[in-house]
């Protein structure tokens, strides 16, 4: 089944101690629909400017992302520059330049509005609502945000997830959406507010789900991140993804499509924008996959 | 098969947002001995001035932990105090003064010294050795520390885990005594300093093994914890208890001795001091090994 995804397109700038990028593909739409479409159809809605290179709608095309939901607006692309020091665990932002994004209004194209899975990217949290509210019956959405939202918008955040399925963050905002320290309070807290599911990823420590019960997943243990920028959307992307694709939401399902999310994300790291993702295979996913099995296997006796 | 631990015993004064507790039993050897001896027979080594209370001996006896090495000098216990805010990640220490344990040289009863497993708990470096060369052919030897030896006694430690074959390490000790930020480096740098296993421990993170493979174990997810004090070591005691009980040292034992660690550390944070630990029953903690393994459960289709 296919999976609507409304979020950022950027072209940004990154330096991490392996090297530097400019004005890369990026974006939390683009890195999410990427890694979705290893697995399902994705139809995508963002803004990009009159100065997006035609190449990156090509990289995206490469996948059969559905880019009618591509606004082309006069001026320039989302624009994020930043850098990582040794330490690949914190982005530290340069500059952000918001520019056709600040003003970024989705429009879902009516052949767009039976989607019957949704991810809601990373975007504000009042326009998030906005697309939810186009939406004909989804059968399942998946939310993401950024500390940002939950410090200048908590109560649009509030109103949003309220509405969603399965929301995804990380843990620093974990604990500071829900005032725990705790993540198993934290997440009680957090899915009081609305949301059925939710995800809580760790970085190079894993992902915990919180639904009827609790999946523990480990991260895949990289000796190099290269670049982390991404990871996040990556992840959510290849959950989305593998949901889309084996069309149930068992607990069976869902342990497998976090599985699959740890596993996208970790290819995502190795390199700068989409360069791994572009070389990866359908092979290499499920090698990837068993060795996360293998990684926490045990048998009590 | 029998465990000798060599280690410190306390008397801890502890203050956590829920409660206090003066002068509870305490320290390395204690807390790994008491989680060991759920598994198997356990020799303590360790010293307690004279003002050590008999009922501590006694809850140490009922648990059949042999004290004949526990040696007792003029004076007083080690004693530290500390507290733990809302986020019981960390320690603060008040004071510690080391009275006995300062000049604590530790003496191996003959009995003791054909032990075949031997957990050099959290003591100066030094001793550590010493005590590794007054043990005649031990079958498996694990071995943990602190921040405090990487940074005043780093050659002493190093000269230490040439020697054993299994070492245990905090996340943060491990980045500190290799030098690399990423985990898996970092294992990899320790590892080549000698020892053939090593666990990071990870605190609410869970615990990873490296040994032939990689094992990366959840945590238990626990809403509240009370005390964190000597989870660490009981992890310990835990992990080489189990391995003294199944006799072997496969890959598949090593990881069950690993969640057998994280069982009984979660237990021992339930409640300040061993008061947890010593309502704990058999049921419970095949029980609790049991979630573990639900919570860490998933199919790859």
Redesign the interface.
């Known amino acids: 089944m296919s999976i609507l995804v409304v979020g950022s397109v950027a072209m940004d700038t990154i330096e991490t101690p392996f090297g530097k990028v400019t004005n890369a593909l990026g974006g939390s739409a683009v890195y999410s629909s990427y890694s979705a479409s290893f697995f399902s159809t994705v139809k995508l809605v963002a803004v990009v400017g009159s100065d997006f290179p035609e190449k990156y709608k090509n990289i995206l095309k490469e996948r059969k992302i559905d880019l009618q939901g591509l606004q082309e607006e006069e001026g320039k692309t989302f624009h994020w520059e930043g850098f990582y020091d040794?330490?690949?665990n914190t982005a530290h932002t340069i500059n952000t330049e918001l520019n056709v994004f600040e003003n970024f209004e989705p429009v879902i194209p009516d052949s767009f509005k039976n989607t019957p899975y949704v991810f809601l990217a990373n975007i504000d949290p009042e326009l998030q609502l906005k697309v939810l509210n186009s939406i004909k019956h989804p059968k399942l959405v998946v939310c993401d945000t950024m500390n940002f939202w939950i410090e200048k918008k908590r109560d649009a955040l509030l109103e949003t997830i309220k509405k969603v399925d399965i929301f995804i963050i990380n843990e620093g905002e974990a604990r500071e959406l829900s005032g725990e320290?705790?993540?198993?309070?934290a997440a009680?807290k957090i899915r009081s507010f609305g949301p059925k599911g939710l995800i809580i990823k760790?970085g190079?420590?894993?992902a915990?789900l919180f639904s009827d019960?609790?999946?523990?997943?480990?991260?895949y243990?990289?000796?190099?991140?290269f670049d982390p920028t991404g990871a996040g959307d990556t992840f959510a992307g290849g959950f989305i993804g593998y949901l889309a694709k084996c069309g149930d939401l068992t607990d069976?399902s869902l342990?497998?499509a976090?599985?699959r999310g740890t596993t996208m994300a970790s290819f995502c790291v190795e390199n700068f924008t989409l360069d791994r993702m572009r070389m990866l295979t359908e092979t290499e996913i499920?090698s990837r996959?068993?060795k996360i099995?293998?990684?926490?296997?045990?048998?009590?006796?």
Do not use: Q, Y
Request: proline share 5%; glycine share 2%; with cysteine.
């Open positions: 040794f330490d690949l320290s705790n993540l198993i309070k009680k760790k190079e420590h894993g915990l019960n609790i999946f523990s997943a480990p991260a243990p990289l000796e190099s991140v069976a342990r497998r976090v599985v499920t996959c068993r099995k293998e990684l926490s296997h045990f048998e009590n006796i």
